[in-house]
């Protein structure tokens, strides 16, 4: 507690004592750390020890945190790139606010970098409290690059020149197959359909 005394001229003398604070030496801790879903219920998709995902789209990122004196105040989520050796390189890094202090807290948000196809990441959270204290990074999962799902397109005719009328009224041909691809996970299949339009 903080005892304040004050005295005047005239020899008055007024005493306030405060209610009393807690001292917070303890910092939070991050306890999780799960990336390709904002939904701390939806578990990682996990394959040969890595998460992939596609180079198109921002990564989602959630995590879990506690703070048993002063509550979490907030976080830092760096996206690291990872090194042949393992170690890691910050490549962009985002501070977190939180809207209300929590002792036990679950938080998300997107990766917005621009990930390289190719390469592998992870993602590091670091908790903060209202005392400042912060918690050691908690990384996740390696995340692998991989390019998008590719829709093919498909060329009217055998000519390999998109053409607007074909020669057999009975008949449709197309040239080439289309180059379908779906690295994340490879196709398992492609369906194709005929659409007649009344002109």
């Known amino acids: 507690m903080v005892r304040v005394t004050?005295?005047?001229?005239?020899?008055?003398?007024?005493?306030?004592?405060?209610?009393?604070?807690s001292l917070d030496n303890v910092p939070p801790t991050v306890s999780t750390v799960v990336v390709g879903t904002l939904d701390?219920?939806?578990?990682?998709?996990?394959f040969d020890g890595v998460v992939t995902w596609v180079d198109t789209e921002p990564l989602p990122v959630n995590w879990a945190?506690?703070?048993?004196?002063s509550g979490v105040a907030g976080y830092t989520v760096d996206a690291m790139l990872v090194q042949d050796d393992g170690t890691l390189i910050k490549i962009w890094t985002k501070s977190v606010n939180v809207t209300r202090i929590e002792f036990v807290a679950q938080?998300?948000?997107?990766?917005?970098a621009a990930l390289t196809r190719g390469f592998t990441y992870r993602v590091c959270v670091t908790a903060h409290d209202q005392a400042l204290l912060s918690?050691?990074?908690?990384?996740?999962?390696?995340?692998?690059?991989?390019?998008?799902?590719?829709?093919?397109?498909?060329?009217d005719g055998s000519s390999g020149i998109d053409i607007d009328y074909q020669?057999?009224?009975?008949?449709?041909r197309e040239s080439d197959?289309?180059?379908?691809?779906?690295?994340?996970?490879?196709?398992?299949?492609?369906?194709?359909?005929?659409?007649?339009?009344n002109v």
């Open 177 to 197: 197959p289309p180059p379908l691809a779906s690295p994340p996970r490879g196709l398992t299949r492609t369906t194709r359909c005929v659409c007649v339009t």
């Open 65 to 69: 945190s506690r703070d048993d004196e």
């Open 40 to 46: 701390a219920d939806v578990a990682e998709d996990v």
């Open 135 to 155: 918690s050691a990074p908690l990384c996740s999962t390696p995340i692998f690059i991989v390019q998008g799902d590719q829709a093919g397109v498909v060329l």
């Open 6 to 21: 004050a005295s005047n001229q005239a020899g008055g003398i007024t005493t306030v004592t405060s209610s009393g604070c």
């Open 107 to 112: 938080a998300n948000t997107y990766v917005t």
């Open 167 to 172: 020669l057999n009224a009975a008949q449709v």
